[in-house]
């Protein structure tokens, strides 16, 4: 069933689960959150590049308001609550609306399961994460976890939302993952070697 819910468009993508802090200074955009707010109601945020705005996004909720300044700005924190789909555009506000629904998807997940978890406790111990943590506790998709604590590019992330199975999103995360992870690996190995000789090389 389609409703019709206010459109942020921004050039990031937030996922369930995720927290995100936003300043919110246009016109249009005051007015959408603060509706928001005082009708504890939600808004759906979607990627938009330079090849313009998508149609899938995270309908989101404004958890915390942390300041408000007397010419309307704000800057608030939102959490990502359902993925969405644009059905069409609708009128009548000063910001954007549309008839939305929940995008269908397929939770199933694989073997593939195992590969992230390995994969991002690699990665969180070597950034200073804690790779002991239990991802699946909070009882979402592992995917929309994952992707709510490692910082994809905003295009990867958009694009890994869009896959409607969650095996098709966890075997897109490994390929992430390995690459980030690999260049991590790339990172530490130019540090020793600056250590060592004072010089960071072309290349061997």
Do not use: W
Not at 100 to 114: K, R, T, V, Y
Not at 176 to 186: I, M
Request: charged content about 30%.
């Amino acid at each position: 069933m389609s409703r019709e819910i206010g459109i942020f468009a921004l050039p990031m993508v937030l996922v369930p689960g995720e927290r995100m802090p936003l300043h919110i200074f246009e016109e249009r955009y005051k007015q959408l959150i603060g509706e928001c707010i005082d009708g504890e109601a939600t808004f759906l945020l979607l990627y938009a590049d330079e090849q313009g705005t998508r149609e899938l996004g995270c309908e989101a909720a404004v958890t915390e308001v942390l300041d408000r300044f007397d010419d309307g700005r704000m800057n608030v924190v939102v959490e990502g609550t359902a993925v969405l789909k644009v059905v069409e555009l609708t009128r009548g506000r000063a910001y954007t609306t549309a008839m939305a629904e929940l995008a269908a998807e397929d939770l199933a997940a694989g073997e593939e399961a195992e590969a992230v978890l390995d994969l991002y406790r690699q990665i969180a111990a070597a950034g200073g994460g804690d790779p002991d943590e239990d991802l699946q506790a909070s009882g979402r998709p592992l995917s929309y976890t994952i992707m709510a604590r490692v910082d994809f590019p905003a295009d990867e992330k958009q694009r890994v939302l869009e896959l409607r199975s969650e095996q098709a999103r966890l075997m897109a995360i490994v390929d992430l993952l390995a690459r980030g992870l690999q260049a991590l690996k790339q990172v530490e190995q130019i540090r020793l070697r600056a250590q060592t000789n004072g010089k960071v090389p072309h290349g061997d």
